[in-house]
């Protein structure tokens, strides 16, 4: 055995036992219950707290029922938990503003997430992926292809997929780690920063406004951005977008090796993988390669062709072989709520993109399926609670592609809704829906034969839904419901 896995094995059986650890927001998407297993199973005295009820957290809590060593605060945060704490595991969506994470640090209490513990112990090699969107679905193709090229390859992350569940196999092993595949939201990479560790190889697939709710400026959010090659040597690989201002703006700063991808042709000094005459090429080697025919993916629309540019990007310069990642593409699929096919009845597709959580998102969205050889009408389903980012381009866009638009609005506190009807005032027919179900009942009667109704609601979701997830459940549920009629 290693030093440096010795060293792993001491701090995970010796330095979580019995310590107190709090578990800051469980939450429904799979970070809370990894966490709160994984310093369980060390031996730590773990202490869930969350905002939310028992009932409303019941999935998770489903899953940790087992562990006696767990106990619960739930309905709200008592500062007296915080200060006993010996270490605090925050979620990722609780921002450092919070006066019990203040009080912590005041204290001198450690505040990590599961993702800065996972990183200061993982000995196995990193592909991490940042971005606004395409994160999911960029980090799952690379998954895929690597997957089949080797099976050990984890894929996790930002993913409803806590990365801490495979760590003590992880450091079970003697040698030949496997790849780790990471999907990186910005705030986990504010959240393991003090760690200074960078993935082998980055990919940043592209930036524009998001969360803007949450930070200052947008220059903060580029920042938080870049943190994910600040400790990259000249050893590592970034792959970047370059059919993106700021993601081109990022070469400047990173330390090794730069792989591009694109929609179009890159120059000679740019080496990547790019489209070329609705074919996937590869620049990386000595000459150009053809990769695949675009007709040839599982699909469409040229958000998702640049996030496989991406993902072929990472697998070559990994070394996979091309059959390989031919074959691996071929059944690739999207991942839920993006762009996902739920149902088609009477010439009529009913689209779930419940992901598409700002106006850049539902944009991309629009543009895939309003391609003039297609000539598909859209009515589109969305609103929500804005991210306190622009909605002026996805008006105008959304006047020029959608037969009619359905807002969900309670009338309360949606944002997003109301900003999205103020850029469309003019604009008919747009009609509100207080429900899901009603939306999806109005939406089919504006439809016909080759029309797409699309839920891609441009906001960050409401009180109507738990979230992001549980309104693409809804949007299935009531499409399912319609279509049984």
């Given at each position: 055995m290693t030093n440096r896995r010795c060293y792993l094995f001491g701090f995970m059986k010796s330095h979580f036992r019995n310590k107190k650890i709090v578990v800051m927001g469980l939450g429904l998407n799979g970070g809370g219950v990894g966490a709160a297993t994984f310093f369980a199973k060390c031996g730590a005295k773990v202490l869930v707290t969350d905002l939310r009820t028992k009932k409303e957290l019941e999935p998770s809590l489903r899953q940790l029922k087992k562990w006696k060593n767990i106990r619960y605060s739930l309905g709200g945060h008592k500062e007296g938990d915080f200060l006993k704490a010996d270490i605090i595991i925050k979620n990722p969506a609780v921002t450092n503003k919070s006066k019990f994470i203040k009080l912590a640090r005041k204290k001198g209490i450690p505040i990590e997430t599961d993702m800065s513990i996972f990183e200061h112990l993982c000995p196995a090699p990193i592909i991490g992926i940042t971005g606004t969107k395409g994160k999911t679905t960029t980090a799952t193709i690379i998954g895929r292809i690597l997957q089949q090229w080797d099976s050990r390859t984890i894929l996790a992350g930002n993913l409803r997929v806590s990365a801490l569940q495979f760590l003590p196999s992880l450091i079970d092993r003697k040698k030949d780690y496997p790849w780790v595949v990471l999907e990186l939201s910005s705030w986990q990479l504010e959240g393991s920063a003090h760690v200074a560790r960078s993935p082998k190889i980055a990919v940043i697939t592209n930036v524009f406004e998001d969360h803007l709710d949450r930070y200052d400026t947008f220059e903060d959010y580029i920042q938080a951005k870049k943190i994910i090659l600040n400790s990259q040597n000249e050893d590592d690989t970034t792959v970047l977008n370059a059919d993106n201002e700021i993601t081109r703006?990022?070469?400047?700063?990173?330390?090794?090796?730069?792989?591009?991808?694109?929609?179009?042709?890159?120059?000679?000094?740019?080496?990547?993988?790019?489209?070329?005459?609705?074919?996937?090429?590869?620049?990386?080697?000595?000459?150009?390669?053809?990769?695949?025919?675009?007709?040839?993916?599982?699909?469409?629309?040229?958000?998702?062709?640049?996030?496989t540019c991406a993902a072929i990007a990472v697998a070559l310069t990994v070394g996979v072989p091309i059959r390989t990642i031919k074959s691996a593409l071929k059944k690739a699929v999207l991942p839920d709520g993006r762009m996902e096919v739920i149902q088609e009845k009477k010439g009529v597709v009913y689209m779930n993109d419940t992901t598409a959580t700002v106006p850049g998102a539902t944009m991309a969205t629009l543009s895939a399926l309003c391609d003039k050889k297609k000539k598909q009408k859209v009515i589109l389903i969305a609103g929500g609670i804005s991210k306190n980012v622009d909605y002026e381009d996805l008006a105008a866009q959304a006047r020029k592609m959608c037969k009619a638009i359905i807002v969900l609005s309670t009338g309360k506190?949606?944002?997003?809704?109301?900003?999205?009807?103020?850029?469309?005032?003019?604009?008919?027919?747009?009609?509100?829906?207080?429900?899901?179900?009603?939306?999806?009942q109005l939406a089919s009667e504006y439809a016909k034969s080759g029309d797409v109704i699309v839920l891609s609601p441009a906001s960050a979701s409401f009180g109507m839904f738990q979230n992001e997830f549980d309104r693409g459940d809804q949007f299935n549920l009531a499409v399912e419901e319609l279509c049984r009629r």
């Open positions: 703006g990022f070469a400047d700063i990173a330390a090794g090796k730069v792989v591009w991808f694109s929609y179009s042709k890159l120059p000679a000094k740019k080496k990547g993988v790019y489209v070329l005459k609705n074919e996937i090429w590869s620049s990386l080697g000595e000459k150009p390669v053809r990769i695949c025919k675009l007709k040839s993916l599982q699909f469409q629309g040229q958000h998702v062709v640049l996030n506190r949606e944002t997003g809704s109301a900003q999205l009807k103020a850029e469309l005032s003019g604009y008919k027919p747009i009609v509100s829906a207080e429900t899901m179900e009603h939306a999806v």
